[in-house]
């Protein structure tokens, strides 16, 4: 199972994505987290944050909208208090999400987190669709995501991942200069910008109106941008991210380009979704034949004439 993303040894696929799975300690009371392929924190910022206002989640048909607005501990409480809990794990990979306002915040993050042990890897947060400054301000536009990557890349040797927003009319363009700006995977997708209406009271059903869609109802289109990027980039390792909830729905963003997945909204409906996700795939692998899960890697049969990368096709 295991699998290499950049220059990081996986013990499996599976990772888990960042704001669904808290610092890893609160899963471990649910089962050994040291059995996922990768914990990815969630965002963190150099000064705590409180969050957006409430309501600030909403189920809908399929998925939910979170408007969460990056609410977190702040770097040195981190530091201080989730570090020791992730840095005693044997498995996972420890990915540390960052968000900033600034290219500046990002690089100070990049930069007081190299000093730490047993962080693995940074995953760029430049897509959250919840926050007035920084985040998706960087990744829906190529000179701004180039600018953040290489300027994070000159004071980190840890694997960098860029996590894109679907935000975007190309998402190719973006993943692009990700990784010419010397990003070693990127991460896609985070949500995508949403509403809910209460029809009843004429009000949105979320404090700030717009949150991020997540949950089975984005995994269409997440595949079609892991399939649009891996064509156009096949050697950079892309981490799928979209409504995954079983073995079979990692199996296909594979197929499509994905070489790990990571799993959001499915935790909380079943937080022991990753492990079964785990174990499913290593099932589906067994019944097929296939020794590694690198096997699947952008394996979609797609029509041989099929040229270039279609963007909008319909009707
Ligand atoms: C409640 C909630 C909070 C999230 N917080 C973050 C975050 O802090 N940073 C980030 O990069 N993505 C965040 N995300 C996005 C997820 O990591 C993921 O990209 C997205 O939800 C799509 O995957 P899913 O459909 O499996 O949930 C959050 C998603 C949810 C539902």
Not at 36 to 63: D, H, Q
Not at 149 to 175: E, H, Q, Y
Not at 265 to 294: C, D, M
């Amino acid at each position: 199972m295991e699998i290499k993303l950049g220059k990081l040894h996986l013990q499996n696929p599976v990772m888990v994505a960042s704001g669904t799975f808290g610092y890893g300690e609160e899963y471990h009371r649910l089962f050994d987290v040291n059995r996922l392929g990768a914990i990815v924190t969630k965002s963190i910022s150099l000064k705590p944050r409180p969050g957006n206002p409430a309501p600030r989640i909403y189920e809908t048909a399929s998925g939910m909208i979170n408007s969460i607005g990056l609410q977190n501990v702040g770097l040195e409480a981190f530091l201080k208090k989730k570090m020791p809990f992730l840095r005693k794990l044997k498995g996972p990979k420890v990915i540390v999400n960052l968000a900033g306002e600034s290219v500046a915040e990002y690089v100070t993050l990049a930069r007081r987190l190299e000093e730490c042990e047993r962080v693995d890897g940074l995953e760029l947060n430049i897509s959250c669709p919840n926050c007035e400054r920084g985040g998706i301000q960087f990744g829906v536009d190529p000179k701004l995501t180039a600018d953040l990557v290489g300027r994070v890349r000159r004071v980190t040797r840890r694997t960098l991942i860029a996590k894109l927003s679907p935000n975007v009319t190309d998402i190719t363009v973006i993943a692009r200069a990700a990784a010419e700006a010397g990003a070693d995977a990127l991460s896609l997708i985070n949500t995508l910008l949403a509403i809910a209406v209460d029809a009843k009271r004429w009000l949105p059903r979320i404090a700030t109106v717009t949150g991020g869609l997540s949950g089975p109802a984005i995994k269409p289109v997440a595949l079609r941008m892991v399939w649009q990027v891996h064509r156009v980039l096949p050697k950079i390792p892309l981490i799928g991210i979209g409504g995954i909830m079983t073995a079979e729905d990692a199996v296909e963003f594979m197929l499509c380009g994905a070489t790990a997945v990571e799993v959001g909204t499915a935790n909380y409906v079943n937080p022991k979704a990753p492990l079964e996700i785990i174990e499913g795939l290593k099932a589906i692998l067994s019944t097929r034949g296939l020794t590694s899960p690198r096997s699947l890697v952008g394996k979609l049969k797609t029509p041989q004439k099929l040229k270039g990368v279609p963007q909008m096709v319909s009707g």
